[in-house]
């Protein structure tokens, strides 16, 4: 009786396995969820970018529903989502950039020069629009390492309580925003 | 002209391979002799014009087509000639043309070499190796055609081979696992035909095992030299790391063995045969879903090929028509096959039996490790990730009974044995593995974990078992000769390919446990001393190759104040991609490997290096040469030459 | 008291005139920086650990490893550490979940079934077998009677 059941087992476990590898080609083995999703922002003391006598700290941030975007201007995509980004500061979104710089290296740290930064960043934004309330210059990366930044650009959702909801990393379009971001700000609004 | 001569070729052999499918599965269905003997010209034609084509693939690599956008994309006017033949199967069309030119390859060897075969089980073989040929065939003229070209604009260079695949572990490394890969689908093609004509008899075990073993030799040989060519060229002494194209290789290996042992019990004694029969399905069935993981992107692996979805569609879709057919045919007839045989529990049978078990068990572990992180991120339970840990941890466990069992199984007989005198000899024997791998251990090393000592002990019992066994069977002839005589090829092959894992095993336990490394940051002229060498930082020199330009780091190996070795680790820039790439320099030693690495050039003229000392590195690769090494001395056995039906002599080995 | 020995050890090694890249209190840690690097995962990188890679995150998260060590964690606080900002994915070690216990069931599974087989037909072969051992014996004499005949 069983002999002919047995038989059939392989082919089901086999038809079972091309379901998961079927769906598995539409998937992006790439987008990763990290730890930090349900947190509270990691506590800081970094810089403005644009003032080093401006120290910025986690409890500033509090009060508001935001949107963390890290990014440097060595990094093509980052300055490719920039004008979209700007669409959604129009829109009433603050967008607080946490520059990533990829240069610097404790190890090398002559060679690193500041106002060549700025420079750099004031004329890209020129050009692109400046979506950013202001930007926290993180140059150890410690911030972006407590909040499992693995590159740029990546963006992270952030309640009024300082929670992260999302962690998105790739760029941000209409598309990303549309599905992923627009749903959850809803949410809070609510 | 010449690109698109290559494309219609192929398309000629997809013509042949489609009448090579139909003509004699149709005749041996209808019992048309005539349709059947169609099949071996159809076979070797279809060969020729796949040769035609890789011909006038390398042809224009050589000749610096770059209208043709392989040509382009993967070679470049400034690579020697023998990286521009190797970048043919560099890209993932080349790879699957090389594919190809295997699978056409294997079928024409079968066609040539299968007279003494009945008819009807020749024709269903090739019919169904053909159909494998079509499918492949399809996909490349389809979507995946190395003869495409790029007219009206062209580049005027091309972007230069991979300069990681620059490399003579390269060149060989692919054929070898192709070679492996493809011949697992004559013993698939073996079995099918098997099914088909519902005859499941030792007979089909007999015919299918020298292709099984030469398959799996190759297989063998591409694995052991895929390792080495990631030790050597990827700059970090790393030689395996359970990489998704890494476990897409090792699956039907492990696969691929548990079948030829399950073989040998089905010749030669009746059991096992549904078993076996499936075994030589999911072998073939792994190498085909090893394609699809590295073909289509669904898993992030270090080895970044073409990720299209639409050619990951076709090839699931190819992989379920194939492997779902097969094992709806598998289902459908498995219920009339009986094992005939009978055993006791201590016999060689019950002894293949485990080993099965646990070979397949291995391929589990690997499979799941494989593909659950992407199941469970489909499942929306999040990214994981299983690797090194997960994967050295469930082989540190299987491998304990699985060599102990390796050790015992040979001196076992089929059927049934006493079991008193075993024991004794086994006791015995324990007790001298362990004398032996105290002192070798003790005496080098002032610290022996646990699991060093274990592995260690098992590389020796497997030895010592084997050679036990050797002395036994040779010296119950009246003299040496005649019992080295009387000892079958299939003997000689388990020797080799024992001695083989036990080399492994040995290997890998004490490379992993004994390996140091030391990252410096140093000024030429300055010493760093790593156990009992002294490295002496000379320089560094700038090199220009035919395609980079580089550093090589020039530093003097010492061992008590003499010179042993003069290393030159590069670091080179690729002209093309502009792509660094870290050459290692390697003095290699049956005993133990130095392994120079050149990093980043530093502040006031320092450079950093990294220094690893690698004990029994090479024992792995040795190892593995011998294990493919007991597969090609069974394809000698002039046994499976033979015209007649079964023979009775009978080798002792299994 | 670690500071010191720190600087003691960084100190030798210039005096030696070659420096270390990374420098440890004790050799323990040594080993506990040389096992975490090779098993966390860089989370930049395809298939890579963070000892192999040359990604500026790995390098971050190496340093970060070597901070952490060298302020006397254990290897399973700094890959908790670690798991806390970049998810399990960066540990080459699956959780243990209802998800993943697959990995370690489904292996037990398959030697149970397997070594049960044999139970079960050894049971229903000895309930049919008509095959004596002496049987077995005149068996294995007649054998040897023809192959000294075929000599």
Same mark, same amino acid.
């Not at chain 2, 078990?357 to 299983?386: N, Q």
């Not at chain 2, 044995?417 to 075993?422: E, G, I, R």
């Not at chain 2, 003097?556 to 690729?574: D, F, G, M, P, T």
């Given at each position: ?20 590898? #079927? ?21 800081? =003391? ?19 529903? #935001? ?18 980004? =700007? ?11 946490? #520059?990533?710089?990829?240069? #610097? ?57 300082? =929670? ?24 809070? =609004?609510? | ?38 099949? /071996? ?38 690579? !020697? ?170 699956? !039907? ?55 299209? /979805? ?82 050295? @941890? ?6 304990? !009974? ?198 980043? @050039? ?53 | ?18 420096? &270390? ?8 840690? +040594? +080993? ?25 995150? +790995? ?20 890959? &908790?550490?670690?798991? &806390? ?67």
């Amino acid at each position: 009786m069983n002999r002919k059941l047995l038989g059939l087992i392989p082919f089901l476990i086999f038809i079972l396995l091309c379901v998961f590898l #079927y769906q598995g080609l539409f998937g992006n083995p790439r987008e990763l969820q990290t730890g930090r999703i349900g947190h509270t922002m990691p506590s800081f =003391t970094l810089p403005d970018l644009m003032d080093e006598q401006k120290q910025w700290q986690d409890k500033d941030l509090i009060g508001d529903v #935001y949107l963390l975007n890290v990014w440097g201007t060595w990094c093509p995509t980052c300055i490719a989502e920039l004008s979209y980004l =700007t669409e959604l500061k129009e829109q009433g979104v603050k967008i607080i950039g946490l #520059y990533y710089e990829q240069a #610097y290296d404790p190890d090398f740290g002559d060679q690193f020069d500041i106002n060549k930064l700025r420079a750099e960043v004031q004329a890209m934004l020129a050009r692109t629009g400046n979506p950013y309330q202001f930007n926290i210059l993180d140059l150890n990366r410690t911030l972006a390492l407590d909040l499992g930044v693995s590159g740029a650009p990546e963006t992270f959702l952030v309640d009024k309580k300082g =929670t992260i909801l999302l962690h998105h990393t790739g760029d941000i379009n209409q598309r990303v925003w549309r599905s992923k971001f627009a749903p959850k700000i809803m949410e809070l =609004t609510q | 002209m010449i690109p698109e001569i290559g494309y219609f070729s192929l398309v000629l052999a997809m013509a042949l391979s489609l009448l090579l499918c139909i003509f004699p599965l149709w005749g041996a269905h209808t019992g048309n002799l005539r349709l059947m003997r169609a099949a /071996p010209s159809l076979a070797v034609g279809q060969c020729v014009f796949v040769l035609l084509a890789f011909a006038i693939l390398i042809y224009i690599t050589l000749t610096d087509d770059f209208t043709v956008a392989y040509v382009a994309h993967h070679s470049s006017s400034t690579l !020697p000639w023998y990286y521009k033949v190797t970048s043919t199967w560099g890209g993932h069309e080349g790879a699957i043309l090389l594919w190809l030119v295997m699978q056409t390859l294997w079928t024409a060897v079968v066609a040539l070499m299968s007279n003494s075969l009945p008819w009807i089980l020749r024709a269903r073989v090739l019919g169904v190796l053909g159909f494998l040929g079509v499918g492949f065939m399809l996909y490349t003229l389809w979507m995946s055609s190395p003869f495409e070209r790029l007219l009206p604009y062209y580049p005027v260079e091309g972007r230069d081979l991979n300069p990681l695949l620059q490399d003579p572990g390269m060149i060989i490394h692919p054929p070898l696992l192709y070679m492996g890969y493809v011949g697992l689908s004559v013993s698939f093609a073996f079995a099918i035909a098997a099914l088909l004509t519902g005859k499941l008899d030792n007979t089909w075990a007999k015919w299918s095992r020298p292709w099984t073993m030469a398959a799996w030799g190759f297989l063998t040989l591409g694995i052991t030299i895929g390792s080495w060519w990631a030790y050597s060229e990827l700059g970090w002494g790393g030689w395996w790391f359970w990489d998704p194209v890494e476990n897409a290789s090792l699956m !039907p290996w492990l696969v691929a063995t548990a079948l030829l042992h399950s073989l040998s019990a089905t010749e030669k004694r009746g059991v096992f045969k549904s078993w076996t029969v499936l075994l030589a399905i999911t072998a073939f069935s792994l190498c085909l879903l090893g394609t699809f993981i590295v073909r289509s992107g669904i898993i992030v692996s270090v080895h970044a090929f073409a990720t299209d /979805p639409d050619r990951g569609l076709y090839i699931l879709m190819f992989l379920a028509v194939v492997v779902g057919g097969s094992l709806a045919l598998y289902a459908a007839r498995v219920a009339q096959v009986k094992s005939e045989g009978r055993y006791q529990f201590l016999s060689r049978e019950v002894a293949l039996w485990i080993n099965n078990i646990f070979l397949v068990v291995a391929m589990l572990v690997v499979l799941l490790g494989t593909l659950l992180p992407m199941i469970h991120k489909e499942l929306g339970l999040g990214s994981i990730s299983i690797g090194v840990p997960f994967f050295n @941890q469930m082989f540190a466990i299987l491998i304990v !009974p699985f060599a102990i069992l390796l050790g015992l199984a040979p001196m076992l007989r089929w059927k049934q044995n006493k079991l008193s005198p075993l024991v004794k000899k086994w006791l015995l024997l324990s007790v001298v593995t362990l004398v032996i791998t105290s002192a070798w251990l003790f005496g080098n090393y002032e610290v022996v974990a646990p699991l060093t000592f274990i592995g260690t002990a098992l590389a020796v019992w497997i030895v010592l078992l084997t050679l036990f066994d050797l002395m036994q069977k040779v010296t119950v002839q009246n003299t040496i000769s005649e019992g080295v005589k009387r000892l079958g090829v299939s003997y000689w092959a388990m020797v080799s390919g024992h001695i083989g894992i036990a080399f492994v095993i040995a290997g890998v336990t004490l490379t992993s446990a004994y390996s140091v490394e030391r990252s410096v940051r140093m000024l030429p002229g300055e010493t760093a001393t790593l156990n009992e060498y002294v490295y002496r930082f000379e320089g560094v020199k700038e090199i220009v190759g035919p395609n980079y330009t580089g550093h090589a780091g020039v530093v003097s190996v010492l061992k008590n104040n003499k010179l042993v070795i003069e290393l030159h680790a590069e670091k080179r820039l690729y002209n093309i991609g502009m792509q660094f790439m870290t050459e290692a320099a390697i003095d290699d030693g049956f005993f133990r490997d130095l392994y120079l690495a050149l990093g980043e @050039q530093l502040t006031q003229g320092a450079w950093s290096l990294r220094i690893y000392h690698k004990p029994y590195v090479r024992w792995m690769w040795l190892g593995g040469l011998l294990i493919a090494l007991a597969g090609f001395i069974v394809i000698t056995d002039k046994r499976y030459r033979k015209t007649s039906a079964p023979s009775e002599q009978q080798g002792v080995g299994a | 008291m670690k500071i010191v020995m720190v600087l003691l050890l960084i100190l030798c090694g210039s005096a030696t005139a070659t420096e &270390d890249k990374y420098v440890f209190a004790s050799e323990e840690r +040594a +080993a506990t920086f040389r096992e975490l690097t090779h098993e966390l995962r860089c989370p930049k990188c395809q298939n890579q650990n963070i000892a192999d890679s040359d990604a500026v995150v +790995a390098k971050d998260l190496r340093d970060k490893v070597l901070s952490l060590v060298n302020d006397g964690k254990s290897k399973q606080e700094v890959i &908790d550490y670690m798991i &806390d900002r970049y998810g399990y994915f960066v540990h080459y070690q699956p959780p243990v979940t209802p998800a993943t216990i697959i990995l370690w069931v489904l292996p037990v599974l398959i030697v149970v079934i397997g070594f049960g087989f044999i139970v079960f037909r050894q049971k229903k072969a000895s309930r049919k077998q008509t095959w004596s051992s002496e049987d077995e014996q005149k068996l294995a004499k007649l054998i040897q009677q023809y192959q000294r005949r075929e000599q």
